[in-house]
């Protein structure tokens, strides 16, 4: 059964960078595209960054373009996400999802499956 573990949370100052992975227990991941979603105390989750299956598109959140890099590994069944200049809007715990399609630029849809999350706190 497929899952998804998140690791590379962590706490750091503002302006300070982290990199996040999400990694697959099976291969079949590789396929599909992944979307990093991140949740804020007291805020709905919102979705920060998807990648497709191939790895040649990718979609961010204005919030967060320029700062945050997502790319894929696919020999090793995972994805990153690459956060720089990290501000404290910044902090929530970070979700990784795997969506049923292969391709959607929209990254909130179609997501099937979850990891279980990794916590990043950013402090000024």
């Known amino acids: 059964q497929l899952q998804l573990v998140e690791s590379g949370g962590g706490s750091v100052q503002a302006g300070g960078s982290l990199r996040l992975s999400c990694v697959a227990s099976?291969?079949?991941?590789?396929?599909?595209?992944i979307t990093w979603s991140r949740q804020a105390p007291g805020k709905d989750r919102e979705w920060v960054s998807c990648?497709?299956?191939?790895?040649?598109?990718?979609n961010y959140a204005d919030s967060v373009k320029g700062r945050f890099t997502i790319s894929r590994d696919h020999s090793k069944n995972a994805v990153y996400l690459q956060m720089d200049n990290l501000n404290p809007e910044d902090t929530g715990v970070y979700y990784c999802?795997?969506?049923?399609?292969?391709?959607?630029?929209?990254?909130?849809?179609?997501?099937?499956?979850w990891g279980q999350g990794t916590q990043v706190t950013v402090s000024s």
């Open positions: 999802a795997v969506s049923s399609a292969t391709w959607y630029p929209d990254c909130g849809t179609y997501l099937r499956l």
């Open positions: 099976e291969s079949s991941s590789n396929y599909y595209a």
């Open positions: 990648i497709s299956g191939s790895g040649s598109s990718t």
